[in-house]
């Protein structure tokens, strides 16, 4: 079963950026789209973004588009979320996953489609 550890998180004011990484291992993660989701406290899971197989096709939550970008090494069974203009409704655990069953994004899946879960890593946004 592949691993997902995520890891990058950290404390930022407003305005400011931070660069999530999502390694994974246990499975080659570069035939399938990987996404990330986060939980904000008292709150449900939630899509923050997606990215196919290859890295062209990417998808994003509405709030976080032009703060956010997804990016991935498949040399490195890596994903990436790069966040810029950081706001305090961003502070949730971050968490990514893999579609292993879809190298596309044409149908996104919610949170409650997949069964394992990394830690996560906490990101928390000061105003």
């Known amino acids: 079963q592949v691993q997902l550890e995520e890891s990058g998180g950290g404390v930022v004011q407003a305005g400011g950026s931070l660069r999530l990484s999502c390694a994974a291992s246990?499975?080659?993660?570069?035939?399938?789209?990987m996404y990330w989701f986060r939980q904000a406290p008292g709150k449900e899971r939630e899509f923050v973004a997606a990215i196919n197989w290859s890295g062209v096709i990417t998808y994003y939550l509405d709030s976080v588009k032009g703060r956010f970008t997804i990016s991935r090494d498949n040399a490195k069974n890596t994903v990436y979320l790069q966040m810029s203009s950081l706001k305090p409704e961003d502070t949730a655990v971050y968490y990514c996953?893999?579609?292993?069953?879809?190298?596309?994004?044409?149908?996104?899946?919610?949170?409650?489609?997949?069964?394992?879960w990394g830690q996560g890593t906490q990101v928390t946004v000061s105003s």
């Open positions: 246990g499975r080659t993660v570069s035939s399938y789209a």
């Open positions: 996953n893999i579609d292993g069953t879809r190298a596309s994004i044409t149908f996104l899946r919610g949170p409650g489609e997949f069964d394992y």
